[in-house]
């Protein structure tokens, strides 16, 4: 496992995105916490602009896919670790909602 920036988010990798979330507890004080998503990008857009983002998809615990997209450059995402690689031949992977495929992955 290796932290890498976000502009070396690419679509074919497994990751996992550490976001900070302020919320309220019981009593109404604001309190921090570290929320993370773990899964595969299946699709980058917009370059390296303000407006760039990642969308990155896991199966839920029911098998219902659950995809979130991120800004690149969001000041809440703390750190992305890379999991694992996987051989792809697209820049979006949106053929992976409809079938279940096995990816090749590469090994470093």
Do not use: C
């Amino acid at each position: 496992m290796s932290e890498i920036k976000t502009q070396e988010i690419k679509p074919g990798m497994f990751v996992r995105v550490y976001q900070k979330i302020k919320e309220l507890d019981a009593k109404g004080n604001p309190k921090e916490r570290i929320s993370v998503f773990e899964g595969m990008v299946i699709a980058r857009r917009g370059g390296n602009t303000p407006g760039a983002t990642f969308t990155v998809r896991k199966i839920g615990a029911d098998g219902i896919g659950i995809e979130k997209i991120y800004p690149i450059h969001l000041p809440t995402i703390t750190k992305i670790q890379l999991l694992k690689k996987f051989k792809v031949r697209r820049a979006k992977l949106y053929y992976l909602r409809r079938q279940k495929k096995k990816l090749k992955e590469i090994k470093d």
